[in-house]
Antibody, heavy 124, light 110 residues
Framework: EVQLVESGGGLVQPGRSVRLSCVAS????????MHWVRQAPGKGLEWVSG????????DYADSVKGRFTISRDNAKNSLFLQMNSLRVEDTALYYCVKDSTSSWYGLSTAFDFWGQGTVVTVSS | QSVLIQPPSASGTPGQRVTISCSGS????????VNWYQQLPGTAPKLLLY???QRPSGVPDRFSGSRSGTSASLAISGLQSEDEADYYCATWDDSVRGPVFGGGTKLTVL
């Protein structure tokens, strides 16, 4: 059974940093691309960042580019999101998401498994 | 404003057939396949359809999808109370250079 367990969320002041983690199990982690997708309170889904299996292909939504950094450790079946210079508008539930393929960029790949998410609240 | 446009709400009675539209552009739906996600209340999204009309294992054949030009649609036949959820379309956008979602459609089963 595929499991994705996020952690690291919480209440953080504007301008500060937080690091999200996601531990994966139930599949061969290093065979698949991974993503972070967020959902602001009462709002829809927004793709945040994606990383292919080898970490050679990484990209970000314009709204977070230059502030967030995605990374992965295949030896530890883990995905990370370093979030710096946080803004109030970054407040959301952040989902760790498994891609259905190893390489996602330029393709309409399916996000086939989602974690339960971790909440990040940016407020003074 | 989402790149993909969905109606904010839809409704139907048990047993009915409902459709949810998803409108994009030549750089999104016009050039790429569409995936659909179902988000039941208080839960994480779940992949419902991929590659326009393919169902993952375990998804009932009451759910179907289509794509034509720059639009796509999700159809649910034999509507059931447990289908009450938010539905999102998604695809790759060649202009944005990233995955994009629709704003979501809240389906109510009357």
């Amino acid at each position: 059974e595929v499991q994705l367990v996020e952690s690291g969320g919480g209440l953080v002041q504007p301008g500060r940093s937080v690091r999200l983690s996601c531990v994966a199990s139930g599949f061969s982690f290093d065979d698949y691309a991974m993503h972070w997708v967020r959902q602001a309170p009462g709002k829809g889904l927004e793709w945040v960042s994606g990383i292919n299996w080898s970490s050679h292909n990484i990209d970000y939504a314009d709204s977070v580019k230059g502030r967030f950094t995605i990374s992965r450790d295949n030896a530890k079946n883990s995905l990370f999101l370093q979030m710096n210079s946080l803004r109030v508008e970054d407040t959301a539930l952040y989902y760790c998401v498994k891609d259905s393929t190893s390489s996602w960029y330029g393709l309409s790949t399916a996000f086939d498994f989602w974690g339960q998410g971790t909440v990040v609240t940016v407020s003074s | 404003q989402s790149v993909l446009i969905q109606p904010p709400s839809a409704s139907g009675t048990p047993g009915q057939r409902v459709t949810i539209s998803c409108s994009g552009s030549s750089s999104s739906i016009g050039s790429n396949t569409v995936n659909w996600y179902q988000q039941l209340p208080g839960t994480a999204p779940k992949l419902l359809l991929y590659s326009n009309n393919q169902r993952p294992s375990g998804v009932p054949d009451r759910f179907s999808g289509s794509r034509s030009g720059t639009s796509a649609s999700l159809a649910i036949s034999g509507l059931q109370s447990e289908d009450e959820a938010d539905y999102y379309c998604a695809t790759w956008d060649d202009s944005v250079r990233g995955p994009v979602f629709g704003g979501g459609t809240k389906l109510t089963v009357l």
